[in-house]
Nanobody
Framework: VQLQASGGGLVQAGDSLGLSCLASGRTFGNYAVGWFRQAPGKEREFVAG????????VYADFVKGRFTISRDKAANTVSLQMNSLKPEDTAVYYCARRGQRFASIETQDHFYDYWGQGTQVTVSS
């Protein structure tokens, strides 16, 4: 399966941006999907995750109330709507597929087996 993340760009603080993760090759409808990010000089960190059923979502504390993750199984996409962006949200954002069908959302990246190429989000102050 190939994952392609898109939607990044350069915005100002307070603006909104929507990221998309499209799966091709094979579906990821039966897998949890997570968004992670990595800023220069920092470790990759979990941002948000959505269960295979879309019934459950998990967010990092630093994005709660600002970011919303969703999925469209028919379109084989997972989206991340980012509102009230801050300069500290600047990073490369990656989507990833959980490595086990029907498994729960995990916040540690070693539980994910397929990764998108990343999309750059830059928030200016």
């Amino acid at each position: 399966v190939q994952l392609q993340a898109s939607g990044g760009g350069l915005v100002q603080a307070g603006d909104s941006l929507g990221l998309s993760c499209l799966a091709s090759g094979r579906t990821f409808g039966n897998y949890a999907v997570g968004w992670f990010r990595q800023a220069p000089g920092k470790e990759r960190e979990f941002v948000a995750g959505i269960s295979w059923s879309a019934r459950y979502t998990v967010y990092a504390d630093f994005v709660k109330g600002r970011f919303t993750i969703s999925r469209d199984k028919a379109a084989n996409t997972v989206s991340l709507q980012m509102n009230s962006l801050k300069p500290e949200d600047t990073a490369v954002y990656y989507c990833a597929r959980r490595g086990q069908r029907f498994a729960s959302i995990e916040t540690q990246d070693h539980f994910y087996d397929y990764w998108g190429q990343g999309t750059q989000v830059t928030v200016s102050s």
